[in-house]
């Protein structure tokens, strides 16, 4: 009973939720690529382009590799923010295929047509950020910034 009463006098901790620096730089590279996929979508679910997705990579793997990181996981995250507003476009899609009257097998393999389309949407985008993040690591390593120390140095 007293832990109880104690635990209700005092306030709970609040949770806290830390970002890593691989996150934070894809965060930085990949909010404008998302904004501008977002954009394409809501415009035009069939003509989506990835606009600055590259650039954000590249942004993002500079920033990380200066402080340590790795420049294509962060990159791969960059790809991941500006890919997931490209899911959007589905939505019609998914409505559309119960609505057409074939019969059910029909319907079921463009359920998973759709699926393959939606993890295409993502995994490109991704393989696009993980190689742009490379080559922002690359262009941080030409720079001067240093390399991640290795084991026992």
């Not at 035009?44 to 590799?65: E, H, M, P, R």
């Not at 998973?112 to 993890?119: D, F, K, N, R, T």
């Amino acid at each position: 009973m007293q832990f109880f009463i104690s635990a209700v006098k005092h306030p709970a901790v609040p949770l806290q939720f830390k970002l890593s620096k691989t996150w934070k730089c894809a965060l930085i590279g990949g909010l404008v690529p998302a904004a501008f996929t977002l954009v394409d979508v809501l415009r035009s679910a069939s003509d989506i382009t990835f606009q600055g997705l590259f650039l954000g990579g590249v942004i993002a793997g500079y920033l990380v590799k200066r402080h340590g990181g790795t420049g294509t996981a962060a990159g791969v995250r960059v790809g991941l923010i500006g890919g997931i507003p490209a899911l959007w476009s589905l939505k019609e899609l998914m409505v559309a295929i119960p609505t057409i009257p074939n019969p059910l097998w029909f319907r079921v393999v463009g359920v998973g047509m759709a699926l393959v389309v939606g993890v295409l949407l993502l995994v490109v985008p991704m393989v696009v950020g993980g190689l742009a993040g490379r080559f922002g690591g690359w262009l941080a390593e030409r720079q001067g910034h240093p390399r991640v120390p290795t084991a026992g140095s």
